[in-house]
């Protein structure tokens, strides 16, 4: 019943720049961490960065000072802003959540279906 519904992605230039965002919904009671992974091609999925509900915020190393994880006014949405994106960038990129639902006693971990991300000339 809980959903994350992913928008943006496709594909970029080098160096050019994507915002993909991330919404909540369902039988939410808290939202506790929202963030994105990604997986490339033989690789394992990595964390990108993720965002607590009280703002702490964690980046690969890979990405920091490229990209801007944020709440967009909503605690239910999240965005991933990425600027200067190199081929390496390339993957799935999945929006991944840390929620307690109504009624429950215990979170859980939810994800998104996964947009794609292409970095390539």
């Known amino acids: 019943q809980v959903q994350l519904v992913e928008s943006g992605g496709g594909l970029v230039q080098p160096g050019g720049s994507l915002r993909l965002s991330c919404a909540a919904s369902g039988s939410i009671f808290s939202v506790i961490i929202m963030g994105w992974y990604r997986q490339a091609p033989g690789k394992q999925r990595e964390l990108v960065a993720d965002i607590s509900t009280r703002g702490r915020i964690n980046y690969a190393d890979s990405v920091k000072g490229r990209f801007t994880i944020s709440r967009d006014g909503d605690k239910n949405m999240v965005s991933l802003q990425m600027n200067s994106l190199r081929p390496e960038d390339t993957g799935v990129y999945y929006c991944?959540?840390?929620?307690?639902?109504?009624?429950?006693?215990?979170?859980?971990?939810?994800w998104g279906q996964g947009t794609q991300v292409t970095v390539s000339s």
């Open positions: 991944y959540s840390v929620i307690l639902r109504r009624g429950s006693l215990q979170s859980r971990d939810y």
